[in-house]
């Protein structure tokens, strides 16, 4: 059951990053762009066993080691090893009866699965000083060095009070499971470094501090510590330059007896949904447009260019869209209206180039048309025009 929690949770980290925003901009203009980096926790605070002694008596030094990986602005794992020292508490035996407590001493490597609640709810910020990081993990404790407990045991077996003795008692090294959750309140020192405030809550079975107590053992954590990233966690991003379309112009020449004349150009603008590669009803007019033109024109040939708006999304997934909106329109004008592939040639720019001012006008795949001549037969010379392109 922890494992498939623990599975459910990643999961979960990893749809979220897909939707997390992985760019920022600064007041001044500046665009900046998520980089995944591994970062070090170095960390040292104190640790509460839940126990039958008084509760400053049940309080041990405690340290962290963890090294991880942020995989997004809100995903990232690490794997940690927690060490030091628990305590065990007993009320009630001898007589008079005395309540008392015994240390012992532990390691527990785990993962911990990192979900950033700033960059979740309110979307990252390189520059933000402080940044709320909930945890879910679990791991192996190694539990060993059981000796004051043991003392106690064998008192009581020397004073004949047997029916005292814990039911629980262990000796040697022990390892268990554990489960773990917390949070890690995250104040911004450097591009590199960060101050860590971190607590935690631990789970194990009911036999960590060798008494039978009928539920499961816990101890707490409050850390203290550094995060050190290894490597850049972000990166300015250049300036896109947008590039405005070409104007095409064809000039005409007077009709001689005969002539091949340049027939004007079509240009159809399809456009596109955030995040989707399906053609509307409506823009499917465009696309038979032209391939009506193509077949009214045999001669005639069409370029079809791919567009994504730079406004969402990333690079990569921009590519993606790009190139699929510029292969839809590939395909239909080929297997719905029957053009032959010979007579298209298409390109895809991803969001490197902009040819709208509007972001969302981006989504499109451009089709232009051109390169179509039309025979007037009225004596035997023929003369062809001349095409001017004004840029």
């Excluded at 999304?313 to 209206?337: M, S």
Aim: aromatic share 10%; net charge positive; glycine share 8%.
């Amino acid at each position: 059951m922890k494992i498939r929690t623990l599975f459910c949770a990643a999961l979960l980290g990893m749809g979220t990053a897909a939707m997390a925003q992985a760019t920022y901009e600064a007041a001044d203009g500046t665009k900046y762009e998520f980089k995944k980096h591994a970062f070090l926790d170095l960390q040292g605070g104190i640790q509460h066993t839940l126990g039958e002694a008084k509760t400053k008596d049940l309080f041990s030094p405690n340290v962290q080691l963890g090294l991880g990986y942020q995989f997004s602005p809100v995903f990232g794992a690490r794997i940690q090893a927690n060490a030091w020292q628990s305590k065990g508490g007993w009320n009630g035996y001898g007589n008079p009866a005395i309540t008392k407590d015994y240390k012992y001493k532990y390691v527990a490597p785990g993962i911990d699965f990192m979900f950033n609640l700033s960059n979740l709810f309110c979307g990252w910020n390189p520059k933000r000083v402080f940044n709320v990081t909930a945890f879910l993990g679990g791991g192996a404790n190694v539990a060993f060095d059981n000796d004051e407990v043991n003392s106690i045991a064998n008192t009581l077996r020397q004073d004949g009070l047997a029916q005292y003795e814990l039911e629980y008692l262990w000796d040697g090294t022990k390892v268990r499971p554990f489960g773990r959750a917390g949070l890690d309140l995250n104040f911004r020192l450097s591009d590199a470094v960060s101050l860590m405030v971190e607590g935690n809550a631990n789970i194990l079975s009911d036999k960590y501090n060798s008494k039978k107590a009928g539920n499961p053992d816990w101890y707490f954590n409050g850390l203290l510590g550094l995060r050190i990233n290894l490597g850049k966690a972000y990166a300015a991003v250049a300036p896109v330059i947008v590039e405005k379309p070409k104007v095409y112009r064809t000039q005409r020449d007077s009709i001689f007896e005969n002539k091949t004349v340049k027939v004007a150009e079509l240009r159809r603008d399809v456009f596109f949904t955030i995040n989707s590669i399906t053609v509307s009803e409506t823009e499917q007019l465009k696309i038979k447009d032209v391939a009506d033109y193509l077949k009214k024109y045999p001669q005639a040939k069409v370029v079809v260019s791919g567009y994504a708006d730079v406004g969402t999304g990333n690079a990569k997934i921009n590519a993606r869209l790009a190139a699929g909106r510029a292969d839809i329109v590939v395909r239909d004008l080929k297997e719905k209206y029957g053009i032959s592939e010979d007579r298209i040639t298409y390109a895809s720019y991803g969001d490197t180039v902009q040819p709208f001012e509007e972001n969302d006008l981006n989504r499109v795949s451009i089709c232009i048309a051109d390169g179509a001549t039309e025979v007037k037969k009225v004596l035997k010379e023929v003369k062809e025009t001349q095409v001017e392109v004004v840029e």
